[in-house]
């Protein structure tokens, strides 16, 4: 997977958990998202980033909303 698809499919994991939690404002989805993205810098296999970054996003997002 190249960078730029890379990017564009966290960009869609955006979208995607920014309509299944509109509760939660979208800058924070962003945030969330993009924290975790960045967790998976140092990583060598690219091909399933954007899949664990949206898993792990919806863990943390669920946390915040389960008060």
Same mark, same amino acid.
């Given at each position: ?16 958990? /920014?309509?299944?939690?509109? &509760?939660?404002?979208?800058?924070? !989805? *962003? +945030? ?5 993205? @960045? %967790?998976?810098? /140092?990583?060598?296999?690219? &091909?399933?980033?954007?899949?664990? !970054? *949206? +898993? ?5 997002? @669920? %946390?915040?909303?389960?008060?």
């Amino acid at each position: 997977m190249s960078v730029d698809e890379e990017r564009r499919q966290v960009e869609l994991v955006v979208d995607r958990l /920014a309509v299944e939690h509109a &509760d939660v404002p979208r800058h924070a !989805v *962003e +945030r969330i998202v993009h924290d975790v993205h @960045a %967790a998976f810098d /140092a990583g060598v296999v690219r &091909d399933f980033v954007p899949l664990l !970054v *949206e +898993r792990s996003a919806k863990r943390k997002i @669920a %946390a915040l909303t389960s008060f």
